[in-house]
């Protein structure tokens, strides 16, 4: 079946997309940002320029830092972070509803091919 996959752009050269919503989510999950990437298979490096990258499109924050005890600290999520998922997230659900006759015509058309 043929599936959406939802981009916004924020301006000139700002995007959010799948791929950024499911990094803060896995860091969101895993309280840090290298448990996050490795999570995705990226390294931390890439993880935290994208967490960075994130921050600078929306002008505000989405990760925060947290200090810790025996492991040492960690990341999580500020509430701009978390509404920015349940608002992509929001978006994507009601683009897919609107699409999905199209989706499946599109899927008998592609079988009969």
């Known amino acids: 079946m043929p599936s959406l996959s939802i981009r916004i752009d924020l301006g000139p050269g700002r995007r959010i997309g799948p ?18 990437g490795r999570a995705l298979d990226m390294s931390y490096k890439r993880a935290w320029d994208l967490v960075d990258e994130i921050g600078v499109l929306c002008g505000k924050p989405v990760v925060a830092p947290r200090t810790g005890g025996k492991r040492g600290g960690g990341a999580t999520l500020t509430p701009f972070g978390m509404a920015l998922i349940e608002r992509y997230r929001e978006i994507e659900q009601a683009a897919l509803k609107a699409v999905q006759p199209q989706l499946k015509a599109l899927q008998r058309e592609i079988g009969k091919g």
């Open 19 to 36: 791929g950024k919503i499911a990094l803060l989510e896995k860091i969101a999950e895993a309280g840090s940002i290298a448990a996050g």
